[in-house]
């Protein structure tokens, strides 16, 4: 049975930093890319960040710079590092694995950046 758990999201302040972190079991690193995607209230859900099974990253362009994606094949984990939040990064974020065979989705952290 495939599980995506992500933990980290909370209140910060701009200018401030979090790390949301997802834990996967039930599918396979080495063949899955791991992405995170973000959902504001009354938008579509876009992408953030993606990793792929090679370890090749990619960017939206507005958070370019400011947040990394990683991912440890060992531990079956893949994290987000959001360095100078701003307060239009507030918004639900989901963990997404995704391989020619499945694609998953957590169940979402919410993220609020705000004085």
């Known amino acids: 049975q495939v599980q995506m758990v992500e933990s980290g999201g909370g209140l910060v302040q701009p200018g401030g930093s979090l790390r949301l972190s997802c834990a996967a079991s039930g599918i396979r690193f080495s063949i899955t890319a791991m992405g995170w995607y973000r959902q504001a209230p009354g938008k579509q859900r876009e992408l953030v960040a993606v990793i792929n099974s090679g370890g090749s990253t990619n960017y939206a362009d507005s958070v370019k710079g400011r947040f990394t994606i990683s991912k440890d094949n060992a531990e079956n984990t893949v994290a987000l590092q959001m360095n100078s939040l701003k307060p239009e990064d507030t918004a639900v974020y989901f963990c997404?694995?995704?391989?020619?065979?499945?694609?998953?989705w957590g169940q979402g952290t919410q993220v609020t950046v705000s004085s």
């Open positions: 997404n694995a995704i391989s020619r065979y499945y694609n998953y």
